[in-house]
Nanobody
Framework: VQLVESGGGLVEVGGSLRLSCATS?????MGWFRQVPGKEREFVAA??????GAYYLDSVKGRFTISRDVNTVYLQMNSLKPEDTAVYYC???????????????????WGQGTQVTVSS
């Protein structure tokens, strides 16, 4: 399973970015994680196969929206803050995962990562 990400970049505080991640394989849940140097990869959002059942990291609720179109997942990020700066990774699994699964080990496939930098 290959995951190809796009859409990262540099944005000012309060700005918006949209990340995309596409796969040609059939997968079940898809999600986004982020990581800064020296810290563990952090769950951001995930969504089920049908594009329903989205759930989020508390600190991004109301600002980020995950959506899905078959095998492409999007992360719309609004009202960005400096603390959102990280490398963002797309993730996917072919296995059943309970709603709310947010550990990196719950996802089996990963994209290459895309840098998001929010300048203050």
């Amino acid at each position: 399973v290959q995951l190809v990400e796009s859409g990262g970049g540099l944005v000012e505080v309060g700005g918006s970015l949209r990340l995309s991640c596409a796969t040609s394989s059939s997968v079940s849940a898809m999600g986004w994680f982020r990581q800064v140097p020296g810290k563990e990869r952090e769950f951001v959002a995930a969504i089920g196969r049908s594009g329903t059942g989205a759930y989020y990291l508390d600190s991004v609720k109301g600002r980020f929206t995950i959506s899905r179109d078959v095998n492409t997942v999007y992360l719309q990020m609004n009202s960005l803050k400096p603390e959102d700066t990280a490398v963002y990774y797309c993730s996917a699994t072919r296995m059943f995962r309970p709603y709310g699964s947010r550990q990196a080990r719950d996802f089996d496939y990963w994209g290459q990562g895309t840098q998001v930098t929010v300048s203050s």
